[in-house]
């Protein structure tokens, strides 16, 4: 009986062409995640205070109040001379997973009583504003933010930008816990997607630094 067996160039054909298809879906897949590091990404998000407008105002235009709310917040120094108001610049060192990033933040627009337009360096590059609209239940905040990630931030760049939101969010409950008095943050709710992809991006993260450091 004669048993039948595929040459064995045919074989080595069809390995090399399976290898060349992960290569390539590899390669692909690299060039994918390097332009959403890349990216410009828009945040959005809006949350309700119960405190009057003016009194809101004073509190998110002077930079160094981020000290009180925001745990990435180091230190805050104000550069500029005078009332804060357009033209104001601050100095900023923030930590971002197991470093310090230094920046410098500068009021671009400036109406009292209702936005404050901040022009952020890195880690954020890009324009920052909140604008402020007075309800029955108090102030609305609202941010809207357009900027790319730099430097060790950068990884966050993989989370989508409807993820994002929610880490913005999740830090201005902060805010409102602290200026409506409450001893404890506000508890956020982020839907699982969004969360996974936090928590990816911020394990992605704390590997690329670890694997820097060595």
């Known amino acids: 009986m004669t048993v039948e067996t595929e040459p064995q160039g045919s074989r080595r054909g069809i390995l ?21 590091m890349e990216r410009e990404a828009r945040i959005q998000m809006s949350l309700t205070i ?34 804060i108001g357009t ?14 990033v230094t920046h410098t933040q500068e009021i671009i627009g400036y109406e009292p009583g209702r936005s404050v337009t901040t022009r952020m360096s890195e880690p954020w590059n890009g324009d920052y504003e909140i604008r402020l609209e007075p309800t029955s239940e108090g102030t609305l905040l609202s941010v809207d933010t357009s900027g790319r990630l730099t430097g060790p931030a950068r990884w966050f760049n993989l989370v989508p930008d409807r993820a994002m939101s929610k880490m913005f969010e999740r830090d201005y409950r902060r ?9 404890e943050p506000l508890a956020i709710s982020i839907e699982p997607e969004a969360g996974s992809a936090i928590a990816e991006a911020e394990s992605v993260m704390a590997e690329a630094e670890e694997l820097a450091a060595r």
């Open 16 to 36: 090399a062409i399976g290898l060349g298809l992960a290569i390539a879906a590899l390669t692909a897949a690299i060039a994918m995640a390097r332009r959403s």
């Open 50 to 83: 119960d405190r009057p407008i003016d009194e809101v105002f004073d509190f998110i235009a002077d930079a160094r109040n981020v000290l009180k709310w925001l745990p990435s917040a180091v230190e805050r120094r104000k550069l500029t001379d005078g009332p």
């Open 87 to 100: 033209g104001t610049r601050f100095e900023g060192t923030d930590r971002i997973g197991r470093g310090l």
């Open 175 to 183: 805010l409102k816990a602290l200026l409506e008095g409450e001893r």
